[in-house]
């Protein structure tokens, strides 16, 4: 189904996509329109090992969960930049 929505337009499936598909698309979309400046924000507080849940405003879980859909941050209770993330920045591994 064909959508269109303040200028962009959108495609919908009418069926549902597996987790790998979804992730393919988040990780395509921010790659084309980049980071919001609160998931930037948090990505950074997640590099630092500064992100506690509990405190978070509404904005910044919403900003953490999209990161975590996308892929970009485990889904542990203390988040962490996935291995993708990590290459891609060029940040070294502590494991």
Do not use: W, Y
């Not at 992730?23 to 590099?47: C, F, P, S, Y």
């Not at 992100?51 to 941050?73: C, I, K, T, W």
């Amino acid at each position: 189904m064909l959508q269109s929505r303040a200028g962009e337009v959108a495609l919908r499936s009418t069926s549902r996509l597996k987790p790998k598909q979804l992730k393919t698309l988040l990780r395509r979309h921010q790659a084309r329109r980049g980071l919001k400046l609160t998931e930037a924000r948090i990505r950074r507080e997640v590099l630092d090992g500064r992100v506690h849940e509990a405190r978070l405003s509404n904005p910044e879980q919403v900003a953490l969960n999209r990161l975590r859909n996308a892929g970009f941050v485990t889904e542990d209770i203390e988040p962490r930049l996935s291995s993708d993330v990590t290459v891609s920045l060029l940040l070294e591994d502590d494991e």
